[in-house]
């Protein structure tokens, strides 16, 4: 129904910025929330950002301040904006698209932040 592709990781240092892109492709007329998580290997995945079409985006608190959100709502490409970012926001990056009451999700980037 969808699929997500995501862009945009690589490796930055300490206080610098990326921005991730998610490109949704399919049914997107039938997508709803969408958002942005990230896990490191070992540890639960964990909400980064998410953007809904009719309410205010949230944002993890441990990123709240540093990364915005947007959304283009005829596309429904989703940027993450990732300012000043730390060694402790490595991690692989994940889209999500919720469609109904499934959830599908990209493949994965990587960013890594090195001191």
């Known amino acids: 129904q969808v699929q997500l592709v995501e862009s945009g990781g690589g490796t930055v240092q300490d206080g610098g910025s990326l921005r991730l892109t998610c490109r949704p492709s399919g049914s997107i007329n039938r997508i709803g929330d969408m958002g942005w998580y990230r896990q490191v290997p070992g540890k639960e995945r964990e909400l980064v950002a998410t953007?809904?079409?009719?309410?205010?985006?949230t944002y993890g608190e441990a990123v709240e301040g540093r990364f915005t959100i947007a959304r283009d709502t005829v596309e429904h490409t989703v940027y993450l904006y990732m300012n000043y970012l730390k060694t402790e926001d490595t991690a692989v990056y994940y889209c999500?698209?919720?469609?109904?009451?499934?959830?599908?999700w990209g493949q994965g980037t990587q960013v890594t932040v090195s001191s």
């Open positions: 953007t809904r079409r009719d309410a205010l985006p």
């Open positions: 999500s698209a919720k469609v109904g009451l499934d959830v599908f």
